[in-house]
Each structure stands twice: as structure tokens, then as C-alpha cells.
């Protein structure tokens, strides 16, 4: 499986970004799916996590009611809607997939995108 992050940019506080995961290769191999963030100097952390196949979803305390994360299955992707963005939400953000369902361990995921830089403005 590849996964390729996009989405990306330079926002100021307020402000909403739209990431997108876009899957490709055995693809169906993989039902867990997750965003992940680390910023400068911190560990990578969870945000967010969803089963492609039925949905259900799991969010950091942190960004819960700010972050919606939903897939498109037809077109292999899966999305995380950031709105209401704040300074501390400033990372590069990881969507990963992993063979069983929904999971906020990363070190349970088998597949990592690139990374998609965030910078958010105060």
C-alpha cells in the first residue's frame, strides 16, 4: 500500500485545511486508517482514526469537534477536515494504514504517508 498526504499549508488561527490521504495498491488489505501529527521537538501523536469499511472513528481529546476525519472509498481516499485551527496544531501530519481496524497506537500501523506540512499563524 502507498499512501500520499497532501494538503498542507499556511493558515492563520481560525482558519480550516482539508487533508487528503489518497491510498493506492492492495488497498482493501487495510480497513484502519489514521492521521497522525509531530511537531518540532514532540513525538508523533494520534488525531485521528477511521475503519474504511464501516466508519467508525476515534479523535485526539485535543482536536475533538474541531476535526472531522471521513474516507471516500470509491476513490480510495480518506480526508481530515481541520477547522478552527490553532498555533498549537502546527506539525506535519501522517496518514497511515494498518491491516485491522481503527487503531491510536501508531505503532500499530503498517504503512505511513510522507507527511503533509501544517503551519498555523497566531
Known amino acids: 500500500v502507498q499512501l500520499q498526504a497532501s494538503g498542507g499549508g499556511l493558515v492563520q488561527a481560525g482558519d480550516s485545511l482539508r487533508l487528503s490521504c489518497a491510498a493506492s495498491?492492495?488497498?482493501?488489505?487495510?480497513?484502519?486508517m489514521g492521521w497522525f501529527r509531530q511537531a518540532p521537538g514532540n513525538e508523533r501523536e494520534f488525531v485521528a482514526t477511521i475503519n474504511r469499511s464501516d466508519g467508525p472513528t476515534r479523535y485526539a481529546d485535543s482536536v475533538k469537534g474541531r476535526f472531522t476525519i471521513s474516507r471516500d472509498n470509491a476513490k480510495n481516499t480518506v480526508y481530515l477536515q481541520m477547522n478552527s485551527l490553532k498555533p498549537e496544531d502546527t506539525a506535519v501530519y501522517y496518514c497511515?494504514?494498518?491491516?485491522?481496524?481503527?487503531?491510536?497506537?501508531?505503532?500499530?500501523?503498517?504503512?505511513w504517508g510522507q507527511g503533509t506540512l501544517v503551519t498555523v499563524s497566531s
Open positions: 495498491g492492495r488497498v482493501l488489505l487495510y480497513d484502519g
Open positions: 497511515a494504514a494498518r491491516r485491522g481496524g481503527y487503531s491510536v497506537l501508531a505503532r500499530l500501523y503498517d504503512y
